[in-house]
């Protein structure tokens, strides 16, 4: 007959073993849904947050490189703005977007010197980056803000695009944008600055 002691640390043993088999108290935790890792700078604690953009935009067969920066805010309503320059057969030409209340401001030098405004359901804005279809999820890397969870997926116009997410707070800290031949990397380096985003003066928006 087992001694009764035997038998009580028997069973403790292969409880034990179960529970870390089925990811019981004190097993390694997996990384979160690639969906539940690009939404979660919607649900931190983040207000703002400022960003470097720089890509490439080809037209017709003619590349030009273009660098400028931008502002995503969290709280009600979101918003966004963008702004790069870049030089197209030797001149300077800059481009600025303000995404806001469902509305899409943009201003072009050269250009009219006005801004032109037009509905939109797919502005720039935090949820620009939650995505819609295609979650996968990368890995985990090493960024030099913190380590970041790196998932891809697609946005509402089939658009690709990656995002690499603070693993602390949930914070992003870098998008890379595709469209086409058009390509876009966003690097975030300030958050929570008090930044606030508004259209431009109506007396300078023309109806696109």
Not at 10 to 23: F, K
């Amino acid at each position: 007959m087992t001694p009764p002691l035997i038998t009580q640390l028997t069973a403790v043993t292969i409880s034990a073993a179960v529970l870390a088999a089925c990811g019981g108290p004190g097993a390694p935790l997996g990384p979160p849904s690639p969906k539940d890792i690009l939404a979660k700078p919607l649900h931190s604690n983040l207000k703002d947050a400022h960003f470097v953009v720089t890509g490439k935009f080809t037209q017709q067969g003619v590349s030009v490189d273009l660098a400028g920066d931008g502002q995503l805010v969290y709280r009600a309503p979101g918003a966004g703005r963008f702004k790069f320059e870049t030089t197209v057969a030797g001149h300077k030409v800059s481009y600025e977007d303000i995404s806001i209340n469902g509305k899409d401001y943009t201003f072009s030098d050269p250009g009219t010197g006005k801004w032109t405004a037009r509905t939109t359901t797919s502005g720039l804005g935090p949820q620009s980056f939650s995505g819609v279809s295609d979650f996968k999820y990368v890995g985990e890397e090493n960024l030099a803000k913190g380590k970041a969870w790196h998932a891809t997926a697609k946005d509402k116009d089939g658009n690709a695009f990656e995002g690499w997410i603070r693993e602390s707070d949930g914070y992003p800290l870098k998008y890379l944008i595709a469209q086409q031949t058009n390509a876009l990397t966003l690097i975030f380096d300030r958050f929570n600055a008090g930044a606030t985003i508004s259209p431009p003066p109506a007396s300078q928006v023309v109806q696109g």
